[in-house]
């Protein structure tokens, strides 16, 4: 790899960087570099620097773990990608951990989280966590499908089950009616 020179660094040269990187000493520059620059602050660069370090192909969990750790407000994808790691690695018991962590400092999880968290859970063989997740699956889902926003939102819910329970008195399979729904 040629120098790893940052003149104006943006999210575009470290992610090309990044990707052109093909060992741990590599990283560490980059990581020096954006230090150096001050560009470290910007979330987008941060995301994606902890993603190479904690990549199985680096597999430099303590670094990624340390970087992660002095990140003032992490976001969801941060927090994915650490509990994805550890998840995969000799220590998915730490993927729990970090998913206690995550809900102690309100961080809003997402789709994305809850396979790496049962993934980590069977590695464990840990049935009481897998039932807490599952728990906070349906939770999440319960949440986003019955808790209207608007009153306009609960009268289109009314307006669809009426149309599907007319639909089905007129003689409709009920498998059709409801492919629909999710």
């Not at 570099?33 to 620097?49: A, N, P, Y």
């Amino acid at each position: 790899m040629e120098t790893l020179q940052l003149l104006q660094p943006n999210a575009e040269q470290t992610q090309a960087l990044l990707e052109r990187c093909s060992n741990i000493k590599e990283l560490k520059q980059i990581h020096g570099q954006l230090l150096k620059k001050g560009t470290i602050k910007h979330q987008i660069t941060v995301s994606r620097l902890l993603a190479s370090c904690a990549s199985i192909e680096f597999g430099n969990l303590a670094y990624a773990r340390m970087i992660f750790d002095r990140i003032s407000s992490p976001n969801t994808v941060m927090w994915n990608t650490m509990i994805k790691a550890y998840s995969s690695s000799n220590d998915p018991e730490a993927a729990l951990l970090l998913y206690q962590q995550m809900l102690y400092h309100s961080v809003p999880h997402n789709g994305y989280t809850f396979p790496f968290l049962l993934k980590a859970c069977s590695a464990l063989s840990a049935f009481e966590e897998t039932q807490q997740i599952h728990a906070h699956i349906i939770k999440k889902v319960l949440v986003q499908r019955f808790m209207p926003q608007t009153p306009s939102f609960v009268f289109m819910q009314f307006q669809a089950a009426s149309n599907q329970h007319r639909s089905y008195s007129m003689g409709f399979p009920r498998e059709i009616l409801f492919l629909g729904i999710q």
